[in-house]
């Protein structure tokens, strides 16, 4: 029989690529995010809240009893925690609940890589507005952000202490509780991404993000111009960061700034890439790292890695201005544009066009290609520049929330809670 992986969260191309593997898909789903279209690629499919700990355990635990399971995977934002979890329940082999807990949990993290030398950074976790007053004072420019979110949800940077009372105005309005305050630091921003075998890691891509002054990305460009001395100080602190947590297998996907005192982490996740750099790293290296996890729960594992650049990539994101969209034009002409792979609209004439608050308020994308990243980039600014999406302005409405967002998004930022000491603890009697 085929070997046969539990996926969280499988969209089409996620479901596709596992059985394009030759593997046995069985996918569980949140009812509200399920795509129909990928059914067809699945043995099996659940459409549960996989973020229900005890229920997906237990279904978890049901069907791994009656045909065991190689592999736990998931390439969603909300999955990779449970996907950990479940992986330690089931006793198989890959990232483990305490890894998956321990980079899930930016403060934690944070801990880890100070206590281990690691990119040093300061850092604060606090409740009260005495703690970012404070931390203010002695660094002056900081970022405040929750403990546990993705996609820059909740993040701001408060620039000097002058900006301290608004920044508290907008975590109370926010609805943001606990928070971890960190100095600001200044440089370029990176993303790493990056596939471990056997605890072995190998960095496969390094792209240059553009936040346009805020923290939500505005585009990628692949690969970042990094000087041979930069790129060896950047792989020794990824591979450093990994060992620290316990990676063995699987992607990592690592957010670094390149400050004068030299890289310093961000944040990591353990899943590939999101905002198109998938799609980046495929063009110009030619890997596929959604299908290299697949290839983990096959006999013969992975290929041999061999990350060599060809040309460059890039991705500029769509935002428009917030209201209610009335017309959106060009997007054909985009498509049509210089070195263009693929341009996409998200929404339509009546939609709501939100302020730019995390990743999911982006409303679109062009992805193009040439023979150098910069030529990349500039082709995608260029097509972006052609879709015009023409809002009219909303009177004021009342606040939206973090917990607004995240409910919108069916998404929780920590499914455990308490219960994570009992939830975590392995069961391996199931084969």
């Known amino acids: 029989m085929k070997p046969r992986i539990l996926l969280l969260g499988g969209t089409e191309a996620a479901t596709r690529k596992a059985a394009d593997c030759g593997l046995d898909v069985v996918n569980i789903d949140k009812p509200a995010l399920f795509d129909p279209a990928a059914r067809a690629h699945c043995v099996q499919t659940h459409l549960v809240d996989y973020q229900d700990i005890s229920l997906v355990t237990a279904l978890a635990r049901a069907l791994h009893a009656h045909r065991p399971f190689r592999r736990v995977v998931s390439q969603t934002e909300a999955g990779p925690l449970v996907a950990g979890h479940l992986t330690t329940a089931l006793g198989l082999p890959g990232t483990g609940a305490a890894t998956a807990r321990l980079v899930h949990d930016k403060a934690a ?120 001395e930069c790129a060896a100080e950047v792989d020794d602190v990824v591979c450093r960061m990994l060992d620290a947590v316990g990676l063995i297998d699987g992607p990592a996907h690592t957010e670094l700034i390149l400050t004068a005192d030299g890289p310093r982490v961000v944040e990591s996740h353990l899943r590939c890439a999101g905002g198109r750099i998938g799609e980046l790293v495929e063009l110009v290296h030619g890997i596929d790292t959604e299908r290299l996890t697949c290839q983990l729960a096959l006999p013969d594992g992975v290929p041999e890695l061999a990350p060599a650049a060809r040309g460059g990539a890039a991705v500029r994101f769509l935002t428009p201005r917030p209201g209610r969209v009335r017309t959106v034009e060009g997007l054909a002409a985009a498509r049509r544009a210089a070195g263009v792979v693929r341009a996409e609209v998200g929404v339509e004439p009546g939609a709501l066009v939100e302020p730019l608050r995390w990743s999911e308020d982006r409303c679109g994308f062009v992805v193009a290609r040439a023979g150098d990243a910069a030529t990349a980039e500039r082709r995608a600014r260029q097509a972006a520049a052609l879709i015009r999406i023409h809002t009219e302005p909303l009177p004021a409405g009342p606040t939206t929330t973090m917990r607004d967002l995240l409910t919108a998004a069916d998404e929780v930022l920590d499914p455990f809670g308490a219960t994570a000491p009992q939830l975590f603890a392995p069961v391996r009697n199931h084969g």
Do not use: C, Y
């Open 109 to 228: 993290l944070r801990a880890l890589l100070t206590a281990r030398g690691i990119s040093p950074v300061a850092f604060q976790v606090g409740a009260s507005h005495s703690v970012l007053r404070a931390f203010a004072e002695r660094h002056g420019a900081l970022v405040v952000k929750p403990t546990m979110a993705s996609g820059s949800l909740g993040v701001r940077k408060v620039r000097s202490p002058r900006e301290v009372p608004e920044a508290l105005a907008w975590l109370a309005g926010f609805g943001v509780g606990e928070f971890m305050v960190e100095e600001l630091l200044t440089g370029t921003e990176i993303s790493v991404e990056s596939f471990s075998v056997a605890g072995r890691h190998t960095v496969l891509a390094v792209s240059r993000k553009d936040n346009g002054g805020g923290v939500v990305a505005l585009g990628h460009a692949l690969p970042a111009p990094l000087s041979a």
